[in-house]
């Protein structure tokens, strides 16, 4: 080889090296960790979710855990005509239910047990019944609470294989206490098959907190004072757990009538015995379902459940605003003083 063409080759490869580097340099640049967030309304709330890892598929991840969500929400949604739930209510049975929804009703029905029927997916026609009653002014009749009780009872579900039905006529469910729980766990799930091992997803208040902030530390929640919105009655630590509140104060049939929208399955009258219930779980649905029984046992009930129930904590607020704690919930309490973030 002659010395141009020598000099030649190595511009050459100067130039290949050159661009290697270049598109190593932007390759690094562009998977370097950072923090994504997005929110957006679903199954009836505002959805969060806020993951920490490479910028460069942070977009898709998301994209995918949001899909996950409006897929677990087509399929139960009680106010969309199409979905498996509706479909089911209308016509008493429902061949080829999906897993999601069969595993769901599975669950649903273990939470009635150990909460002795406080927890039950099958109270949809009372809550139909004072929803249509304070639409139109009036209150329910005592008999018209205990004619529609008849319908409710988590016992006359049945299930064989993915075939889903009742065994009385005029019942419904609704999952409305447990499903924002699981779409919550089906997007951590998807969001930690992506390579996210950091984050949470918040379904307006039913959240589950994986992994640690960029600082190594746990997430940081605040549970909202139910007397004002603006300031946290307590601060938790939170890391790979999952944390629900249900309450009196953030829903209710109508502002008017400030009524629960957690009603008693037993009773068919609203609960009254606590302000709310937050319950710390290993997951979501746990969670979500448990603030909901607890809810509804009350105060020395709900805690008897929560004391027996492995890896799990509650805090509960009555309404003399008396604050009462299961045995290990000041294991999660941050000695950060804050009052007013929700988590940071």
Same mark, same amino acid.
């Given at each position: ?26 390759? &690094? ?11 957006? /309304? ?7 979710? /806020? ?14 855990? *949001? ?7 087509? /399929?139960?949604?009680? &106010? ?10 209308? !016509? ?51 008999? !018209? ?13 049945t299930l064989e294989n993915d075939t889903v039905g009742f065994e009385l006529e005029g019942m419904s469910i609704d ?26 997803? #918040? ?6 907190? *994986?992994?640690?902030?960029? #600082? ?11 007397? $004002? ?22 829903? *209710?049939? $109508? ?5 629960? &929208? ?44 929560? !004391?027996?129930? !492995? ?34």
């Open positions: 080889m002659n010395m141009s063409a020598r000099k030649i080759a190595i511009v050459f490869l100067l130039l290949i090296v050159a661009v290697f580097f270049s598109i190593i340099s932007t390759e &690094h640049e562009d998977s370097s960790a950072g923090i994504q967030d997005e929110s957006r /309304q679903a199954m009836g709330t505002i959805v969060s979710i /806020q993951i920490i890892g490479p910028k460069n598929r942070s977009e898709g991840a998301l994209h995918l855990a *949001f899909d996950e969500i409006k897929r677990i929400e087509d /399929q139960m949604d009680i &106010h969309k005509n199409n979905s498996e739930i509706s479909r089911l209510n209308k !016509e008493g049975r429902l061949d080829t239910a999906s897993s999601d929804l069969i595993y769901v009703i599975n669950r649903s029905i273990h939470y009635s047990r150990i909460s002795a029927g406080a927890f039950d997916i099958t109270i949809h026609p009372i809550l139909e019944l004072w929803r249509n009653k304070i639409n139109s002014g009036s209150y329910p009749a005592d008999q !018209e609470i205990n004619d529609t009780l008849t319908m409710v009872n988590y016992s006359n579900i999952l409305g206490g447990i499903a924002k729980g699981y779409a919550v766990d089906r997007a951590v799930e998807v969001l930690r098959k992506q390579g996210f091992d950091s984050g949470f997803v #918040d379904a307006g208040g039913d959240g589950m907190f *994986f992994g640690t902030k960029p #600082d190594g530390l746990p997430w940081i929640v605040g549970l909202r004072n139910p007397d $004002n919105k603006t300031e946290s009655i307590i601060v938790l630590k939170i890391s790979d757990m999952a944390v629900a509140t249900s309450g009196n104060y953030e829903r *209710f049939f $109508n502002e008017s009538a400030r009524l629960s &929208h957690i009603s008693d399955p037993r009773t068919g009258y609203s609960s009254q015995s606590l302000i709310s219930a937050t319950v710390i779980a290993a997951s979501a649905m746990e969670a979500d379902a448990l603030a909901t029984a607890v809810f509804v046992l009350g105060p020395e009930k709900g805690m008897e459940l929560i !004391e027996k129930t !492995e890896d799990t904590e509650a805090l509960l607020i009555t309404p003399e605003r008396q604050i009462l704690k299961s045995s290990g919930f000041d294991t999660y309490k941050s000695s950060i003083n804050s009052t007013t973030a929700k988590y940071e």
